[in-house]
T-cell receptor, first 114, second 113 residues
Framework: GAGVSQTPSNKVTEKGKYVELRCDPI?????LYWYRQSLGQGPEFLIY????????DSGLPNDRFFAVRPEGSVSTLKIQRTERGDSAVYLCASSPGTGVETQYFGPGTRLLVL | AQSVTQLGSHVSVSEGALVLLRCNYS??????LFWYVQYPNQGLQLLLK??????LVKGINGFEAEFKKSETSFHLTKPSAHMSDAAEYFC???????????FGKGITLSVRP
């Protein structure tokens, strides 16, 4: 079946602009996660959804970052007033949502802020 | 708070040699532990996971890892390296169902012919 998909695969923007990154989880997965991976580092947690609600947003670095999942499926990560330090690969993962389930990762969106 | 330490950033082995990638964790409660692999230009793929059942866990592609509580370790091994094993490997921990993963910095594995 189809895995987690993320669009766009690459995004180049200018400092101060607004960007939206989209994640389509595996069908039927109720849990959805966003991570950020900087060069040479492991992924860092941003936010986790169970259904439509954000169950844990402790990893969002500041109020410029926001994520939604209005219908419990597709999620959008929104970054306002982008800064050069936001440049990274943004990863999305989903899991079935019961027990200690494997998180299945998408290919990521590579964001470059000029 | 939980954390993961992967010492060193790069390991190089000869084809056919033993692969050993080290991972130590810190957790105040019994952890769940994972190894993920990332091939160039691809997403993270689960190799194996420990969820409090057998301490020796077998994964895909001939990899295995052993959970050692006394050493707070979860090292990844493979008896004989193959060229196709060249990739970046991440150890990760979480402390509950459907909770965030905390990743180590990753180790790049190179395999020499």
């Amino acid at each position: 079946g189809a895995g987690v998909s993320q669009t766009p695969s690459n995004k180049v923007t200018e400092k101060g602009k607004y960007v939206e990154l989209r994640c389509d989880p595996i069908s039927g997965h109720t849990a959805l996660y966003w991570y950020r991976q900087s060069l040479g580092q492991g992924p860092e947690f941003l936010i986790y959804f169970q259904g439509t609600g954000a169950a844990d947003d402790s990893g969002l670095p500041n109020d410029r970052f926001f994520a939604v999942r209005p219908e419990g499926s597709v999620s959008t990560l929104k970054i306002q007033r982008t800064e050069r330090g936001d440049s990274a690969v943004y990863l999305c993962a989903s899991s079935p949502g019961t027990g200690v389930e494997t998180q299945y990762f998408g290919p990521g969106t590579r964001l470059l802020v000029l | 708070a939980q954390s993961v330490t992967q010492l060193g950033s790069h390991v190089s082995v000869s084809e056919g040699a033993l692969v050993l990638l080290r991972c130590n964790y810190s957790s105040s409660v019994p952890p769940y532990l994972f190894w993920y692999v990332q091939y160039p230009n691809q997403g993270l793929q689960l190799l194996l996971k420990y969820t409090s059942a057998a301490t020796l866990v077998k994964g895909i592609n001939g990899f295995e890892a052993e959970f050692k509580k006394s050493e707070t370790s979860f090292h990844l091994t493979k008896p004989s390296a193959h060229m196709s094993d060249a990739a970046e490997y991440f150890c990760a921990v979480n402390i509950g169902a459907n909770s965030k993963l905390t990743f180590g910095k990753g180790i790049t594995l190179s395999v020499r012919p």
